[in-house]
């Protein structure tokens, strides 16, 4: 395609657009992605004037194969991008007016470019959104799957970073797939929002064509119709809650990931990445890099930036549309390129860790974890529950002294802490018990994390939406 010497606006115009301007307007490198949503909009849009004859159907063919030719010449490269053209709508008007003729100039009769334009983003992110999901699911499937695997394993649940209670990984594990879950659950109602065709509100006010917009919405999928036209060509809100949900989505990602990285430090030595997901280091030959849950972590800025930068544009924007807006794709693109990149490494990067479960375990067994365990036993001996843990409080600053752990004590010492203790505490003190007996919902019992595994798997397998 050659430049255009006009342009498709040029009527009131008696200069010609600075060069510098056409860089600095042009937003074809950004939206040209645009490009398949942008045709399939236009063609029903094309359908629905000449349903009601405000073009004759043979100019609605003419347009739509040409439409159709246009598409093909971009999906195989043969389509020339030019920042005087400005963006992806021109683009393809101005190619179907070199492709079919005059008639071109018909394609938008009833439309602008502010109600188009809307409409591609949101034909966009339904998609992107309803991929996010599926891949979500997947990620979700992979850490169901390490739970099962590793049932037995136990490890300690921390608060505050200080090993306080044991718990089984497969319950750690689950819970990241709540909160992946959660996102899912973000993600889809999302879609109510987005799913709302502008088209009709043509710039601004709507417009003097009798249009079928329900005839539209139907070709196009969309199970609502904008209820105010100055809003239509406005609104992003569906961006910012895109966003928002996206950075809850990549804090999960960033937590799992720092976990991840602190495990597999010698100082825990819990887990051990693949080598395969895993980087060296160009100085120390001995190193192994957890980078890739490290740039999961970092990359999570990227979406929070996107959401700040769309809050930001937002705020304060008269209404209707204003040119600002045409900055809100950049945003939109890159958090979405960033969340699906870091979907797909972090559930490949999953089934491949390896878990050192007798460090895991060791750990748990230190530490005086078993210390509200033997409160709840003398509380179980009648003793109230206040009273209970300062005696045993008593016990830990003792057996620290004595470099010992609880379940270490002989009868007689723990005699000294209370007349209570029988030679029953030392089934209490142990790991498999202080599991076991936390039956309470959502507690660690193994009984109850295989129910939560199982509730999951039919979810995921579609069966249940409980
Ligand atoms: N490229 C523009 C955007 O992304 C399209 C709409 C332009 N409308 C206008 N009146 N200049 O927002």
Known sequence: MTQPNGKLWSGRFSQKTDISVEAFTSSIDTDK???????????????????????????????????????????????EFHDSLEDIHMHIEYALLRDVGKTALKLHTARSRNDQVALDVRMYLRDAVQFIIERLVEMQRALVALAKQHIDVVLPGYTHMQRAQPVLLAHHLMAYYEMFQRDTER???????????????????????PIDQKYTAELLGFPKIASNSLDAVSDRDFIVEFLAAASLCMIHFSRLSEELVLWSAAEFGFIEIADAFATGSSIMPQKKNPDVPELI??????????????????????????????????????????????????????????????????????????????ADYLVGKGMAFRDAHHCVGNAVSYALQHKKELHELTLEELHGFSDLIEKDIYNILSLTQMIERRTSYGGTATRNVMTAIKVAEKKLAGESKE
Not at 43 to 67: P, R, T, Y
Not at 192 to 204: D, E, T
């Open 33 to 79: 992605r645009l490009y398949a949503f942008d045709i399939e909009g236009s063609i029903a849009h094309c359908k629905m004037l000449a349903k009601v004859s405000i073009i004759s159907e043979d100019d609605a063919f003419q347009l739509i194969e040409g439409l159709g030719r246009i598409k093909r010449a971009i999906e195989h490269k043969e389509f």
């Open 297 to 374: 972590r970092g990359k999570t800025g990227r979406v929070f930036g996107s959401l700040m930068g769309m809050l930001t544009l937002l705020k304060g924007l008269p209404l209707s549309y204003n040119r600002d807006l045409q900055e809100d794709k950049e945003l939109l693109f890159n958090a979405v390129d960033t969340l699906n990149a870091v979907v797909e490494v972090c559930t490949q990067l999953l089934p491949g860790i390896k878990i050192n479960s007798a460090t895991m375990r060791r750990a748990a067994s230190a530490g005086f974890l078993d210390a509200t365990d033997m």
């Open 187 to 209: 993600f889809e109602d999302s879609l109510k929002r987005i799913n709302v065709m502008p088209l009709g509100s043509a710039a601004l006010a709507g417009t003097t064509y």
